[in-house]
């Protein structure tokens, strides 16, 4: 069975960071494209950033490019994202995301919520 | 940016009954490889997004057969045939064509 882990979530200031991981178990990781997705509360779903099978290339939304990165271990089967320079409208759940050959999330985590405010 | 643009915003349906999603985009989703990267998710209160549909119109892997979608260009509909109890929630139409990745504002189907 497929089962995607956020963690890392939480309450942080404006201007400061935070690191979200994803577990990923139930399929081979390395033979999967990544990504995060996010939904702030009670509004619709926005990709963020998505990562290539080995780490090699990454491609982000245009608000998080140069604050946010993607990352991966496929050793341990795990997805990051580092949050740099946090604002207000990053405040959302965020979700990690299997996606398959076709470009499809197929796969989606629980979510884990970040608050950013003071 | 690619905008999806959903219709009805909110539908309202008996058990049984067919309904019909539309999704129309900004800009053609017909991909130079010859593939249209639209696809459907449903979010059930509470949870996580599940994938319906990928590619217009093939079904998720255990989506039931009373989901199917249609549509090329700029021009999408999901349809299902016989709503259940479970299908309600928000549905929301993707785009993968063109970066970045485009989410539709939801359509929320509930209970007439």
């Known amino acids: 069975e497929v089962q995607l882990v956020e963690s890392g979530g939480g309450l942080v200031q404006p201007g400061r960071s935070l690191k979200l991981s994803c577990a990923a178990s139930g399929f081979t990781f390395s033979d999967y494209y990544m990504a995060w997705v996010r939904q702030a509360p009670t509004k619709g779903l926005e990709w963020v950033a998505s990562?290539?099978?080995?780490?090699?290339?990454?491609y982000y939304r245009d608000s998080v490019k140069g604050r946010f990165t993607i990352s991966r271990d496929n050793a341990k089967s795990s997805l990051y994202l580092q949050m740099d320079s946090l604002r207000s409208e990053d405040t959302a759940t965020y979700y990690c995301t299997t996606a398959d050959n076709f470009g499809a999330f197929d796969y989606w985590g629980q979510g884990v919520m970040v608050t950013v405010s003071s | 940016d690619v905008v999806l643009t959903q219709t009805p915003p909110t539908s309202s349906a008996t058990i049984g009954q067919s309904v019909s999603i539309s999704c129309r985009s900004s800009?053609?989703?017909?991909?130079?490889?010859?593939?249209?990267?639209l696809y459907w998710y449903l979010q059930r209160p509470s949870q996580s997004p599940q994938l319906l549909i990928y590619l217009v119109s093939k079904l998720g892997s255990g989506v039931p057969n009373r989901f199917s979608g249609s549509g090329s260009g700029t021009d999408f509909t999901l349809k299902i045939s016989g709503v259940e109890a479970e299908d309600l929630g928000v549905y929301y139409c993707v785009q993968g064509t063109h970066d970045p990745y485009t989410f539709g504002a939801g359509t929320k189907l509930e209970l007439k």
């Open positions: 990562i290539s099978y080995d780490g090699g290339s990454t």
């Open positions: 800009q053609s989703l017909l991909d130079s490889d010859g593939n249209t990267y």
